[in-house]
């Protein structure tokens, strides 16, 4: 028996994942809904999960919907955004008690996932379309969220990083859709795009708790009715070629520079060098042992932050940093050190079995909550696999040094980007 046992079924529409989880008492209810980045529509799409939680037909007020899950024993009900590869995936996400650990045995799961069908598949709408004050307040408050990563420098960089490095890429789109566009949305095209994505998205429904699968798929077919059996969002991610190394520097009023760099590592999930890469990252600069943090931050004491992320299913490396604008040149110098170092393999056996451990505590961590889970299993739904969480642990303890070094040679440096204050470097 696995560490997680998914039973996956085909149901109206959309994929039904049931997870047995015996040591929590909620059940977590997460809908996943997925189409490709496009800039056409990302805002639309940004504002639209928003609009669909603020009411159902049967509860049409903020007010009633919040009342209705306080009667659920305190459900709760919450939705993000998110951007895998060049996917934009809507989440839809519903915690309720386990009616086991009730006297009275209210059908909370039934009430739940009817619920979350109702917040999905039954806004209430006004002559056809959502609700004029509804979009208003939801485009005000989004304009907010993306003005809010241009206000923190630290996700600013990042953002910035990412739209120099992917220029004519969809990823270069951010998750929350661009300012400039969120004014000119109507209720009415806001129904319309709704209305396309309920014919053509690619919708996975997490069930994670201590419940029968076959009560759950029973539920589910009773309340989700989603049109066509075999939807399927493909989109290729795109893989650039490296042309020579882009620098932008950036000025703006800010105290602490952000450097960062972002790297093109031809490897995604769906690959089988993946998990070398993982363990890469981890000696590299995923975690306060490695050598971005040591070397960096520690050692040269040039950066209050160092450390680097992989996107799992756009195949970059992207390292963060902030450092005094004086020492630019250092640092900059120091982290290409770190790279060279990996692709020489001047790394300790210790420094890869310590990786080793951490990144399987990590998992086992990420998998004690609903939501973790449910975002490491999701990985399969994007790259077309079908990886068990034990097999990511066995993959990651068979990676050697050797491996290391081979997937590190395809590793190419492809931008820095540099926030600076007022000066020179």
Not at 205 to 228: C, M, R, T, W
Request: aromatic content about 8%.
């Amino acid at each position: 028996m696995g560490i997680l046992n998914e039973l996956i079924t085909n149901v109206k529409g959309m994929r039904l994942h049931t997870i047995a989880a015996l040591p929590f008492k909620t059940n977590s209810l997460i809908l996943k809904v997925k189409a490709p980045l496009d800039e056409n529509d990302v805002t639309l799409r940004a504002l639209l999960p928003h609009v669909l939680q603020r009411g159902t037909k049967t509860y049409p007020t903020t007010t009633q919907l919040r009342k209705y899950l306080d009667e659920l024993y305190g459900a709760t009900l919450q939705v993000d955004l998110s951007k895998k590869g060049e996917h934009h995936i809507m989440t839809f996400r519903m915690e309720i008690p386990n009616e086991k650990f009730l006297k009275n045995q209210t059908p909370l799961l039934e009430k739940g996932i009817k619920l979350l069908s109702e917040v999905f598949l039954s806004p209430p709408l006004q002559n056809g379309a959502f609700r004029e004050e509804i979009v208003e307040q939801e485009k005000r408050t989004l304009k907010q969220r993306i003005q809010a990563a241009y206000d923190d420098k630290m996700r600013y960089a990042n953002l910035r990083l990412v739209q120099e490095m992917c220029k004519s890429e969809p990823y270069r789109l951010h998750v929350n859709g661009e300012k400039e566009h969120v004014q000119e949305i109507t209720a009415f095209q806001l129904t319309q795009y709704y209305q396309n994505m309920l014919n053509s998205n690619e919708v996975d429904f997490y069930v994670i708790g201590d419940a029968d699968p076959e009560h759950i798929q029973e539920i589910v077919e009773k309340n989700f009715h989603l049109s066509g059996s075999n939807r399927h969002v493909q989109v290729n991610s795109l893989q650039k070629q490296v042309n020579g190394v882009r620098e932008v520097i950036e000025e703006q009023d800010v105290t602490q520079g952000k450097l960062n760099i972002g790297y093109r590592t031809h490897t995604t999930f769906a690959d089988d060098d993946y998990f070398v890469l993982h363990v890469f990252n981890g000696i590299f600069g995923g975690f306060p042992h490695s050598k971005l943090f040591r070397n960096v931050r520690e050692k040269a004491s040039l950066a209050y932050y160092a450390s680097s992320r992989i996107e799992s299913h756009k195949g970059l490396l992207l390292v963060m940093s902030g450092i005094e604008v004086k020492n630019y040149d250092k640092a900059l110098s120091i982290i290409h050190e770190q790279m060279e170092a990996m692709k020489k393999g001047d790394f300790t056996n210790e420094e890869l079995l310590q990786t080793k451990a951490v990144i399987k505590n990590q998992l086992l961590e990420t998998i004690d909550v609903p939501g973790g889970m449910a975002e490491l299993l999701y990985h399969n739904v994007v790259a077309k696999t079908n990886r068990s969480i034990d097999e990511w642990m066995e993959r990651v303890e068979k990676v050697n040094k050797d491996d290391i070094v081979q997937l590190a040679q395809k590793i190419e440096l492809d931008t820095i980007y540099f926030l600076k204050g007022g000066g020179s470097l």
